[in-house]
């Protein structure tokens, strides 16, 4: 059944592969489970619905993807969508967040009209091929940030500076080395499933050391009552939405473009440069987004975090389906997701919270991460006109914490120096109007 559905063979894997990779990825997303209603709660919004409503919706949006588009990409509410949503709009504005979520719900039914418009897609096609061979190696630079950052290996300079070195001394970050070091012993071996066992066992660890904390196998779900049908769209029409849909619009279609192009160029599926069955996987990114602002939940986008299945061999929608029944298992499992994907709570000398860090899932990151640099051989490093648009865009993802960010910059960049130099006929009209919507996003940010 699995082989007639998800062409198996044709993709050169297999349902066991399929299922490590579907492990996989949701072992490196599972964190959001827990971050996102810690996110959230703080403008108002009940935790355990939250944590229903982003369960829920990742799966709902995973489903779409694996069964419309057959991508082994997983989404879920995105990082970034949800900070503007609190810290912004609802902190930041004073709006109520049913009235957010009216917001969000409103940019998701804008995705879905493009989507069927092929605007995304053409944007996706659109882009030049110096950015898609930057795009893969900025997620990758980016994604190992992130897994330095989780692990504690990287820390914000409490001396005024920007990063510094971490406690390398500190438990939480010699459970991470420690994970990094077995995982990478297992892949030069040529483990099967390495980053997976390799989670596990840091996770065993770090359980049997006490740095990851034993609360139980099972629990009951929350209600998700709280936050159920409670977006108000007519409120969402008020003073001030356009720019706060706008954006919302923006922050989503740009990271799930980079996703896209991440994922596609790490599993061969570009094709010429073109991501078959693109409408359709932005149909379930766009899908995700309605249900998860119904159910009570920001932004739901793809997760970059998919490169570590597809690192494990994942090529199908298949390992979208097992992140989708994982999604729906963790309403039952709370304790024993978070023991994996969940944070071990840094405290400093006299017991005031620091920051979180996440040492379990940070090896994976980083080692993945680091496997996406290859396509930077792809652009042509001597042509200053396409390596300094590829090089923007690979610092600016990185130091802004930010996918959509760092597109911003290569997509400003790229016509404004093939201008300068004179070779304007080659950039579309549409890489223009790109580089015109970025000018425009920042106008309305600032």
């Not at 065993?204 to 209600?223: D, H």
């Not at 996440?358 to 001597?382: E, N, Q, R, T, Y």
Request: hydrophobic share 55%; with cysteine; glycine share 12%.
């Amino acid at each position: 059944m699995f082989e007639r559905i998800f062409k198996l063979k044709e993709n050169g894997t297999n349902v066991q592969t399929e299922i490590i990779a579907g492990l996989t990825t949701f072992l490196s997303m599972a964190y959001i489970i827990f971050v996102q209603p810690g996110v959230l709660s703080q403008a108002g919004m009940d935790f355990g619905a939250v944590m229903m409503a982003t369960c829920l919706s990742s799966a709902a949006a995973c489903l779409v993807m694996a069964f419309l588009a057959n991508y082994p990409i997983a989404l879920a509410p995105g990082m970034g969508e949800n900070f503007y949503f609190v810290f912004t709009v609802v902190i930041g504005m004073g709006i109520a967040w049913e009235k957010a979520l009216g917001a969000v719900f409103i940019s998701g039914v804008i995705f879905i009209i493009l989507t069927f418009l092929r605007i995304r897609e053409l944007i996706i096609d659109a882009i030049p091929d110096a950015l898609k061979s930057a795009i893969p190696a900025a997620i990758g630079i980016f994604i190992t940030f992130i897994g330095l950052v989780y692990a504690g290996i990287i820390i914000k300079d409490p001396g005024g500076g920007i990063v510094t070195l971490g406690n390398l001394h500190s438990p939480p970050t010699l459970l991470a080395i420690f994970g990094l070091v077995f995982t990478l012993l297992l892949m030069v071996r040529n483990v099967k499933g390495a980053l997976l066992i390799g989670m596990l066992v840091t996770a065993g660890v770090g359980i049997l050391t006490g740095i990851v904390t034993y609360n139980g196998i099972a629990s009951a779900p929350p209600s998700i009552m709280p936050t159920l049908f409670k977006l108000d769209i007519p409120g969402a029409f008020g003073l001030g939405f356009f720019t706060v849909v706008l954006i919302f619009l923006l922050m989503d279609m740009f990271d799930t473009i980079g996703t896209f192009i991440g994922v596609g160029q790490a599993t061969g599926l570009m094709k010429d440069g073109k991501l078959p069955r693109a409408s359709r996987a932005l149909f379930a990114d766009a899908f995700g987004t309605v249900a998860g602002a119904v159910m009570g939940t920001s932004t739901v986008t793809s997760y970059i975090e998919s490169t570590t299945g597809v690192r494990e061999g994942g090529r199908t929608g298949l390992t979208a389906l097992v992140v989708a029944v994982l999604m729906v298992m963790a309403i039952f499992f709370k304790p024993l997701v978070s023991m994996i994907g969940g944070g071990v709570p840094v405290m400093n000398g006299n017991g005031i919270f620091m920051y979180m860090l996440f040492p379990v899932i940070a090896p994976a990151l980083i080692l993945v991460g680091s496997f996406m640099a290859k396509s930077l051989s792809l652009c042509a490093w001597d042509d200053p006109t396409e390596a300094v648009p590829a090089f923007m865009t690979i610092i600016g993802m990185a130091l802004t914490y930010n996918i959509s960010n760092g597109l911003a910059f290569g997509f400003i960049l790229y016509p404004l120096l093939k201008l300068m130099a004179g070779r304007g006929r080659e950039v579309s009209w549409l890489g223009y109007l790109l580089g015109g919507v970025f000018l425009v996003k920042y106008c309305f940010l600032s």
